[in-house]
């Protein structure tokens, strides 16, 4: 599907409002100090907005589930998409956080980060696991993606598509309280992908926003399409920054400048690590469908 500038706008919103919060961590002097009720809401409509937008362009893009080859393309097409990127965030978290203790530390043993490799982290916590923060979300999306087949299924209306997604979230919430598994937090944003669903396979479409604003918001299209990678690897460009101006030990606000500055960089070299990403994928693929 061609890109969507609504759409668009509420990732980069999403992705801008996230690493902020984040950024906020490991600054000396914080500018909105106490407000912790503020920061949550934020946090919660950053995420909401990042979900929903999945399930709206998923739905937009991958309509027809009618056939086996039709399931097992979405698959290889989602998993090309965000596994291999995650891996390797995995990887720095582990390393930062994990071997070099950067803050915030992390102590997870083998088994409990071989769950967040295999993007069980949100199904089998609190009892099993404890999900990696921040990259837990990529755990939530994969599951969803997981799902999606069962929830649309071929010519499932939107009515059908609420009806046998409610009883899956009604499923996930016995699990919950009865076995102490399934995050709470994949039950909390379960609903937004939902709703991106419906939302698409009702027909909703923002024409009158994109002809108002056609030619514009190039940098917006950037923010939303460099935010997988951003979000993937903020908290490692971060945590490593931080250390680094912290054995420098200059004044606070030299040390604020440099991890605000972070942030454009961050952006700028997340946009090129995806574009660069999305045409090995391209090449790979072409690869594969040659004769020969």
């Known amino acids: 599907m061609s890109r969507i500038l609504i759409l668009d706008s509420v990732k980069a919103a999403a ?108 199904l089998l916590a609190p009892a099993f696991a404890d999900p990696v923060f921040t990259l837990w979300f990529v755990g939530f999306i994969m599951v969803l993606y997981l799902l999606y087949p069962v929830i649309v299924a071929p010519e499932r209306s939107a009515r059908g598509i609420i009806l046998i997604s409610g009883g899956i979230f009604a499923l996930f919430a016995v699990l ?25 396979r009702s027909g909703i479409r923002f024409s009158r926003f994109e002809t108002r604003f056609a030619g514009r918001g190039a940098g917006v299209t950037a923010a939303a399409y460099a935010s997988y990678c951003v979000y993937l690897f903020h908290m490692p460009a971060f945590a490593v920054s931080a250390a680094f101006m912290g054995r420098l030990s200059p004044a606070w606000y030299l040390h604020d400048a440099v991890m605000y500055m972070v942030v454009p960089a961050l952006f700028g070299v997340s946009y090129g690590v995806q574009k660069a990403y999305d045409a090995h994928i391209r090449s790979l693929l072409s690869g594969k469908a040659a004769p020969g």
């Open 176 to 200: 919950h309280f009865l076995l102490n598994i399934v995050d709470l937090r994949l039950l909390q944003y379960y609903v937004f992908f939902i709703a991106g669903i419906v939302a698409a």
């Open 15 to 122: 992705i801008i409002l996230i690493v902020f919060i984040h950024l906020y961590n490991y600054l000396l002097h914080h500018p909105i100090a106490g407000c912790h009720d503020l920061i949550a809401l934020l946090s919660f409509l950053a995420l909401a907005g990042f979900t929903f937008v999945s399930g709206y362009t998923i739905h937009a893009s991958n309509s027809a589930m009618g056939t086996r080859e039709d399931v097992i393309g979405f698959y290889k097409k989602r998993v090309l998409r965000v596994y291999p990127l995650y891996l390797a965030a995995l990887a720095a978290f582990f390393v930062c956080f994990q071997v070099l203790r950067l803050y915030p530390p992390l102590e997870l043993p083998p088994a409990e980060w071989a769950i967040n490799v295999l993007c069980l982290q949100v």
